[in-house]
């Protein structure tokens, strides 16, 4: 008989664990998922605790309690929040990462998430279908503390043959959350703006082609890893993934076809230069290879998606009120 999984998610509350946590109760159950959270989500329906993972005592008990046997790390301070300041967010980015490291190993948790970023990807990496292994020289601390990571989730794998699985992700768009800090989220706050027929203003130039990904594909690609066979799993540091690739000004146009006069302005801030050290595409044959990986949405598929789900959540709060 097939033991049940026990999920633990770390940053529940997040832009990708509040979707990635529905899709896993979805998966186990909902009896068999913890969400964990340093505040309570009052809509969340499951079982949530509070949980500061700096918090190693906690964190264990927790761990024990529940019978867990997947961790979900996903807490962490993200890149343009980080730059403000900086040494916490090491300690956030890392300090944690070390107590869910321990804490699988000390009560044989089976399989492990982390989630990278291109944000590990410096200036002087190919900007055109930046390859799997290349140097890494981050500059930000959010991509140093990333590149640790990886490097430290190797070292556990190789050490304490703990199955630890990441992927790199791309700028991440959905309409589940707001805007979480991060230097690509310009590209989930344009929307909001659409819908209510304002103009944005882009805190990157215009011509900035970073990689995104639909929420969709990003959480299918964090469970199809985690579902792929061991033996499969080749790169025990972390996964390119692609999604689409795009500047503020080409996902403009897409805006267009549905908002015609919807404009977008132009005011670069201190984001654009982390931005201009980022990759403006991925190459992600390796993933495709180990697990069959595969995105299934464009540019103007994903703006459709966002524009009909963003109205229907402001008509639903209207409905409300």
């Known amino acids: 008989m097939i033991k049940q999984e026990k999920i633990l998610i770390t940053g529940a509350n997040g832009q990708l664990g509040s979707?990635?946590?529905?899709?896993?109760?979805?998966?186990?159950?909902?009896?068999?998922?913890?969400?964990?959270?340093?505040?309570?989500?009052?809509?969340?329906?499951?079982?949530?605790?509070?949980?500061d993972v700096l918090d190693f005592?906690?964190?264990?008990?927790?761990?024990?309690?529940n019978e867990i046997t997947q961790i979900y790390h996903l807490a962490a301070i993200l890149s343009a929040s980080g730059e403000k300041h900086p040494k916490r967010t090491w300690d956030i980015n890392t300090k944690t990462f070390f107590n869910v490291l321990d804490?699988?190993?000390?009560?044989?948790?089976?399989?492990?998430?982390?989630?990278?970023?291109?944000?590990?990807?410096?200036?002087?990496?190919?900007?055109?279908?930046t390859p799997q292994s290349y140097e890494l020289?981050?500059?930000?601390?959010?991509?140093?503390?990333k590149v640790a990571g990886e490097n430290w989730a190797k070292y556990y794998f190789d050490n304490y043959d703990l199955d630890i699985r990441s992927v790199r992700y791309p700028g991440v768009i959905g309409h589940q959350t707001l805007p979480g800090?991060?230097?690509?989220?310009?590209a989930v706050d344009i929307f909001y703006k659409a819908i209510n027929e304002t103009n944005f203003e882009c805190f990157l130039s215009k011509n900035t082609t970073l990689p995104m990904i639909y929420m969709d594909d990003a959480i299918r690609a964090t469970i199809e890893l985690m579902d792929a066979p061991k033996k499969s799993i080749?790169?025990?540091?972390?996964?390119?993934?692609?999604?689409?690739?795009?500047?503020?000004?080409?996902?403009?146009?897409?805006?267009?076809?549905?908002?015609?006069?919807?404009?977008?302005?132009?005011?670069?801030?201190?984001?654009?230069?982390?931005?201009?050290?980022?990759?403006?595409?991925?190459?992600?044959?390796?993933?495709?290879?180990?697990?069959?990986?595969?995105?299934?949405?464009?540019?103007?598929?994903?703006?459709?998606?966002?524009?009909?789900?963003?109205?229907?959540?402001?008509?639903?709060?209207?409905?409300?009120?």
Request: aromatic letters at 10%; hydrophobic letters at 40%; one cysteine or more.
């Open 19 to 51: 979707v990635l946590a529905k899709r896993l109760q979805e998966k186990h159950g909902v009896n068999n998922v913890v969400a964990t959270d340093i505040v309570a989500d009052e809509d969340f329906v499951g079982n949530f605790e509070i949980l």
């Open 57 to 65: 005592e906690r964190l264990k008990s927790i761990v024990i309690q």
């Open 103 to 129: 804490v699988s190993v000390i009560q044989n948790v089976n399989k492990l998430f982390f989630p990278s970023s291109i944000a590990v990807y410096g200036a002087n990496a190919p900007k055109i279908n």
């Open 137 to 145: 020289t981050p500059t930000t601390v959010y991509g140093i503390s």
């Open 181 to 186: 800090g991060g230097t690509t989220d310009y």
């Open 234 to 321: 080749s790169i025990r540091t972390s996964y390119n993934i692609a999604g689409m690739s795009f500047s503020p000004e080409e996902l403009t146009y897409a805006i267009q076809k549905i908002y015609p006069n919807f404009k977008t302005l132009y005011k670069p801030d201190f984001r654009q230069k982390i931005a201009s050290c980022w990759p403006s595409s991925i190459d992600d044959s390796v993933a495709k290879k180990d697990w069959n990986w595969n995105p299934l949405f464009g540019i103007d598929e994903m703006t459709k998606i966002m524009i009909e789900e963003l109205k229907l959540k402001q008509q639903t709060k209207l409905q409300k009120t």
